[in-house]
């Protein structure tokens, strides 16, 4: 668990701690991915079911390998995940002050659902996102 702390202690905007890492939520266990390499986390996203999508709650990239693909790779298998599990959209929200995140996002093909003060509601197509899955599981993510 300290790896994910310590990880998304890197990222901008709120911070999470255990207790919303460890949360359960309808189809969390199966749609959650984490990239691993050679010093270890690279990257994860924590994504769960909600109505007929997947919504991905949390993406985090370790600055070191920011641009490298595993952003892309990591929504791919959450994408191809929800598709096994019947669901055809993949929504998250974004602040609105991250603009390289939301960059990110529209090369991919999100497009804007919804708005707040401070944040866009993103949303995409599975199979807009769907490439060979290449990360792994994220169900150890409980023991760790």
């Known amino acids: 668990m300290g790896e994910f702390l310590r990880l998304d202690q890197e990222t901008d905007g709120d911070r999470w701690d255990e207790t919303h890492f460890l949360q359960e939520l309808p189809g969390k266990w199966e749609c959650s991915r984490i990239a691993l390499g050679d010093q270890g986390v690279e990257g994860f ?55 390289d995140a939301i960059a990110f996002y529209r090369r991919l093909g999100f497009e804007e659902a919804g708005t707040t003060d401070r944040s866009l509601m993103l949303r995409s197509p599975c199979d807009r996102l769907r490439e060979t899955p290449r990360a792994d599981p994220l169900n150890g993510l409980r023991s760790a």
């Open 45 to 99: 996203a924590i994504a769960s079911v909600k109505g007929n999508a997947v919504h991905v709650h949390r993406l985090v990239i370790h600055a070191a390998h920011r641009r490298g693909g595993i952003g892309k790779r990591l929504l791919a298998d959450v994408a191809a995940a929800a598709e096994r599990l019947g669901l055809d959209h993949m929504t998250l929200k974004v602040a609105r002050s991250n603009a």
